[in-house]
Each structure stands twice: as structure tokens, then as C-alpha cells.
């Protein structure tokens, strides 16, 4: 099989916050080029490009052991802190044909890492680990150049150090169904993911990483990197640069000449077509591009359309000869794929088509429905999409936004819709769950309560505004809340009357919470006569009420159970005893 037959595989380096990828990725880099280059490598840049030779020079191993590769080369490609590496989709799986994952072996395994591994193993991405920063276990040293030798020479007790934290996550991956053990300890890489240790600071352990790169992708990939005829490809990023807006996407099929047309996906199904006025590719090693009149799979690009274009990120494009019908039908198929809403459910916005994606599979394993699932910022019809669902289900009327800003507009006709963002996927899962079940709990309140209102007031009696027909008296509200048609008692348990009107600040509410002091108008009450002396009133509740607040102790706060007790004692009802 020739080698020019092959596309380069692509290799995304992922993992938990502060774990070391982009340090991996830029010991990596300046590994491969002359010492004096190395510096100032670390721009920020989605991906980058890994010819052999290079790769040769960084790692002797390859040579040393005798292996002939096949592979031209790796396309690396960075993630931010966030999960947008979940972003890297194409139709029927996963962008990257391996992955690394790096994990502080000093941590372990954390709520990102656990993200990142569900979703490489719901998209079935080989991976291997690289256990960076073991040249933080206090006492180790670089005793030999050989990475299995220097782990066996170690003092006893920082071997004993090493290998108690490379077996507990060993514990934890085997709880999500792996099997991994040391790379240099596996025989059959197919049944056992390979753990790297190795430590980006002072290089360790990264010859071996390439080596085991090389070596999975030459063994088992071989037969996936056949380059395809026509071109095929995902937007990563719209960078705009003065008054040009360029493209950042990925080539990860066939070869792509500045001459071609392409088609690029669309959420509304209808195909952007568009002629290329610069194609750049990126260089190896290096932060710049470089003009193309052709490239090959699989690399990186920069591109300008001929046409104004309003592209997305993480939609998929590919090469157009006239085939439009037979194009939009592919991309919506993939498209549906990806956005998989319900009939019901809340309002989903990211930043990209595979961000949605992620978000929408995680929202799923969460149990919580999506109605409507969007790219882009949240804006007035996302609020408009809410509401409405406050009619339907009050528990849905919530918008989350992975990754994305809120439109001006949305944040001042949002009134009462709950908006939840975050950069940290997993964080704004557990935002999301957090809210619904605060929401559940308010939601069951309101229906148990319904007209009957747990309530204790303390009467102002500086402020009597009148004090007869009606009564009309400042009181707080101690605990609970105060709705109008609420019957009042005293602390005697006699009945006082109904409150017919509330105000605050002079103006008419139709409800009143805790520490809030408010006027209240209660009919046929004479003030003077029947609650000068009276310190407290509370709601009259019914021995039904009573029973069903009583049972449903775990809805309301300590304040409401204290009161329900003292209303108990008041009414010195047996059957409205409090108990234990």
C-alpha cells in the first residue's frame, strides 16, 4: 500500500482543566524543531501539523526499534478547558482517529476527565493515556533515558508512591469499563488502554508517547487512513481578521484545490455553495499558514469564500460538482443525527454543531428534554421559546447555553425565564440539574399549597392606616407567605378575618414573602378593639390542610414547620398534633 495512498491520522489531545494537554502539545512541538525555534511555539492555534521526519528526529525509538511506517505524519489537534473538542464530529462517529487523554497522575481522575472519557467511549475513540506531571511526585528523579528502566530505578519508597496512584486510576477507569495497565505491561492493545507516564516540563516519557502513537495507528489504523477521492471537511472556527472573515476547518478526506466549489451545511438544510478565493494550509510545526493551490487530507486550513457566507461552527462541508439535491440530503441526515429534540423539553443553545451535539447526549444521560436546540448566542426568540413554556411545563422554561454569550435584548425580556451558561460543560450539567430540582420542589409546593398558605405575621402597630371597615395595618411576614382570601387567627385561635387587599409601597400585590412588611385591609375588624394587644397572626388552616402539609414536611423550610407547629399548639386539635 503506498504511503501517498494514506491520509495522516488525526489525533486530538484532551482531559481535565490544568492537567497538562496544551503543555503536552507544546512539549510536542518543541521536541520536533531546532532548540533555538522552540520558544514562543505555544500560540494559540486549533491544530497542528506532524510530518515523519520530524517526528523521526523527536523520536529515536522509531528508528531504534525498526518499525516502517506507513502514516505521513500526525495532525494534532488542541482543546481548550472546555469540552469543545467534542465539536470534532463527522458524519457516522468521531473526527479523531485517536485521542489522548492527559491526567495528572498526581489527581487523578476528575469531573472533566469523566466527561471526556463517556464521551470517547460513546463516540468508540481509541485512546491512550498520557499520566503527565510525575515529575511532581515528591523524591523522583530522571535516573535513565529509558522510561520503563528509570521507573524501576526509583527509590523504593517514590516507586511505591508511583505505583500506588497509577493503580488507583486504573480503579477508576476500570469502573467505566476499561481495562489499562502500563504500555510497556500489554501484550494486546485492542483489549487495554496504554498508560504513558510522562511529564511535559522535562520531557520524559514523551518519545515513548510518539512511539505508542505511531505504532496504534500503523498497527490497527491502516485500513481507516485510505485517502478518498473527494474532498471532505468540518468548519472549526470563523476568525475575522480587520474587515476578512477566513475560515479554520479541518480536511480530513481527499484533497481539496483552490479551484473547487464546496458545499458547506446549513441548520435551515439548504446548502451554502461557495468558490474559494484562498486556501492556505497550515505549516508543519509552525503557527503560520502558508498558500495552496491543492491539499490532502488530513490537515489543517485556513480559507476565504469568493461568496459572503454566513457558516457555522462544526458544520461539515465537501467537495460540490452540481449534485445539490443528493449534498443537502447527506447534510441532513447528518444534521438530524446530531439535533435530536423532543416535543417537549427546554431551550439548548452552543457554540458549535458538535458542542450541541455533546450537550444534547449529556442533557439525554441526564434525563432532561430538549424542545428546541440552537447555534449561537442567546437571543429574543429563545426567551419567547421559554415562555411559552411556561404555559406547558414551568420546570422546562429555563435556556442553557454551553460556550455562548446572551444578546442585549435577551437580557431585558427575559423577566422571570431562568438563563444558565458556562464554558465547563459538566459544571452546566450540574447547574441544569440543580435548578430542575429546586424548580421540582417549588413547583410541588405551589400545587399542595394551593389556596392554603402556611403563613405567621407580626402586626406593626405603628402603622395603622384604619382602624375599622376595613382594618387597615402594617404587618411582616415571619415565615411563609401572604396571598389575598387567606383566614386569619390569633394566638388564641380565634378567628380574626380575611385579608382582602395587600399593598407594598402603595402599590396592589397578589402575594408577599418572607421578611416582607406590607399593608393589609381585613373587613368587619375593628383594629382598636380586636388586635391592639396582639402580637402575632397566623393562616387559618384546615385539619385536611394541615394533614397534607404534615406529609409533605420535606417541601417547606424550618420556618414554615415552626409555625405549622405553633398553629398546631394554638388550635390544640388532637388530630392536628405535630408528633415527632
Known amino acids: 500500500m503506498e504511503s501517498k495512498k494514506i491520509r495522516q491520522p488525526i489525533v486530538t489531545i484532551c482531559g481535565h482543566v490544568d492537567h497538562g494537554k496544551t503543555s503536552i502539545l507544546d512539549c510536542l512541538r518543541g521536541s520536533c524543531v531546532q532548540e533555538g525555534e522552540a520558544g514562543g511555539i505555544t500560540q494559540k492555534i486549533s491544530f497542528s501539523l506532524y510530518p515523519i521526519e520530524q517526528l523521526k528526529i523527536a523520536c529515536p525509538l522509531i528508528e531504534s526499534s525498526g518499525i516502517k511506517l ?8 488542541d482543546t481548550p478547558g472546555h469540552a469543545a473538542f467534542t465539536n470534532l464530529r463527522k458524519r457516522g462517529g468521531s473526527l479523531a482517529d485517536l485521542a489522548v487523554l492527559v491526567i495528572d497522575i498526581n489527581e487523578g481522575i476528575k469531573p472533566q476527565t469523566s466527561e471526556v472519557i463517556q464521551i470517547l467511549k460513546l463516540n468508540k475513540t481509541p485512546f491512550l493515556i498520557a499520566l503527565n506531571k510525575i515529575d511532581n511526585i515528591s523524591g523522583w ?10 521507573i524501576e530505578l526509583q ?13 488507583t486510576i486504573i480503579g477508576s477507569l476500570n469502573s467505566y469499563g476499561f481495562d489499562s495497565d502500563l504500555f510497556y505491561k500489554i501484550d494486546d492493545f485492542t483489549k487495554k488502554i496504554a498508560l504513558v507516564p510522562c511529564s511535559a516540563k522535562t520531557t520524559e516519557g ?24 473527494e474532498a ?4 472549526l472556527e470563523i476568525k475575522k481578521e480587520k474587515t476578512i472573515n477566513y475560515i479554520e476547518a479541518i480536511l480530513y478526506d481527499g484533497e481539496l484545490s483552490k479551484k473547487d466549489e464546496i458545499a458547506i451545511a446549513n441548520l435551515d438544510g439548504e446548502p451554502t455553495i461557495t468558490k474559494i478565493r484562498i486556501l492556505e494550509e497550515i505549516e508543519p510545526l509552525c503557527p503560520k499558514f502558508k498558500a495552496k493551490d491543492k491539499v490532502r487530507a488530513s490537515t489543517g486550513l485556513r480559507m476565504q469564500f469568493v461568496e459572503k457566507t454566513n457558516v457555522l461552527p462544526g458544520m461539515p462541508f465537501m467537495f460540490y460538482n452540481g449534485n445539490k439535491e443528493e449534498i443537502k440530503k447527506i447534510f441532513e441526515k447528518e444534521i438530524s443525527e446530531k439535533i435530536k429534540t423532543d416535543k417537549n423539553g427546554i431551550i439548548t443553545k452552543a457554540d458549535s454543531l458538535g458542542s450541541l451535539e455533546a450537550l444534547l447526549i449529556l442533557l439525554k444521560q441526564s434525563n432532561i428534554p430538549v424542545l428546541k436546540a440552537g447555534i449561537g448566542s442567546i437571543n429574543k426568540t429563545d426567551i419567547i421559546s421559554a415562555k411559552a413554556n411556561l404555559k406547558i411545563n414551568e420546570l422546562d422554561a429555563i435556556i442553557v447555553g454551553f460556550n455562548v454569550s446572551i444578546d442585549d435584548e435577551a437580557k431585558t425580556s427575559g423577566g422571570e425565564i431562568k438563563i444558565l451558561t458556562d464554558e465547563i ?8 440539574t440543580d435548578f430542575r430540582r429546586e424548580k421540582s420542589r417549588e413547583i410541588e409546593k405551589k400545587r399542595l399549597m394551593g389556596l392554603a398558605t402556611i403563613c405567621k405575621l407580626k402586626i406593626l402597630p405603628q402603622y395603622v392606616f384604619r382602624n375599622t371597615k376595613p382594618a387597615i395595618f402594617g404587618v411582616k411576614i415571619e415565615a411563609g407567605k401572604l396571598i389575598p382570601g387567606i383566614n386569619l387567627i390569633n ?6 378575618g380575611r385579608v382582602k387587599h395587600m399593598q407594598s409601597e402603595n402599590k396592589s400585590i397578589e402575594e408577599a414573602k418572607e421578611n416582607m412588611e406590607i399593608a393589609i385591609s381585613t373587613p368587619n375588624v375593628n383594629f382598636e378593639r380586636e388586635l391592639k394587644n396582639k402580637q402575632f397572626l397566623y393562616s387559618d388552616i384546615s385539619d385536611s390542610q394541615f394533614k397534607k ?3 409533605n414536611k420535606d417541601l417547606l423550610s424550618q420556618n414554615e414547620i415552626k409555625t405549622l407547629r405553633e398553629i398546631a399548639e394554638i388550635k390544640k386539635r388532637e388530630n392536628m398534633e405535630w408528633g415527632n
Open 232 to 235: 471532505k471537511g468540518i468548519v
Open 425 to 432: 460543560i459538566y459544571k452546566l450539567i450540574e447547574d441544569i
Open 491 to 496: 394566638e388564641k385561635g380565634e378567628k380574626v
Open 549 to 551: 402539609f404534615k406529609k
Open 70 to 77: 506507513n502514516i505521513p505524519g500526525f495532525l494534532l489537534i
Open 206 to 229: 514523551i518519545p515513548e508517547l510518539i512511539m505508542m502513537l505511531c505504532g496504534l495507528s500503523q498497527k490497527y489504523l491502516t485500513d481507516k487512513l485510505i485517502l478518498g477521492k
Open 155 to 167: 527509590p523504593k519508597n517514590i516507586k511505591q508512591v508511583f505505583d500506588e496512584r497509577y493503580m
Open 141 to 150: 528523579r530522571k535516573l535513565n533515558s529509558s522510561l520503563q528502566k528509570n
